[in-house]
């Protein structure tokens, strides 16, 4: 069975991009567009991994990041933030709300890929 990452993103090309570096990598992908509904999902789904873009239809990514830490079914899950918006206030905020990485967009395929397996605790193949 593959590990499971849930990606929470309202832009489908930004979706497209991920899944495709994700299953190419191994995971099996589950998809949303709004934080409500990944709170929701996250309890059903047990993804090893949230991908969470901050700005989101509903609920917004760090809103939906407090309910997911306030939670004792949810509130492992290594959570990260996935943003267009690279101000140092913007960073600064993402950090302050318990992300567990901060990813900006457009991301960087090798690096993202990397990151995503760090945080699902998956090890590198040997070289």
Do not use: H, W
Request: glycine letters at 6%; hydrophobic letters at 45%; a negative charge.
């Amino acid at each position: 069975m593959k590990p499971v990452i849930l990606v929470v993103e309202d832009n489908e090309r930004n979706r497209k991009l991920v899944r495709t570096v994700l299953e190419f990598r191994g995971y099996e992908i589950v998809e949303l567009e709004d934080g409500e509904l990944a709170v929701q999902t996250a309890k059903e789904c047990k993804p090893v991994v949230i991908l969470m873009d901050i700005e989101l239809p509903k609920v917004d990514g760090i809103t939906a990041l407090g309910m997911l830490r306030a939670d004792a079914e949810t509130a492992a899950i290594p959570v990260a933030a996935v943003t267009a918006s690279v101000t140092p206030t913007e960073r600064d905020r993402v950090v302050a709300a318990g992300f567990n990485a901060y990813i900006s967009k457009p991301i960087d395929v090798m690096s993202f890929g990397e990151t995503v397996d760090r945080l699902a605790g998956k090890v590198a193949a040997p070289q």
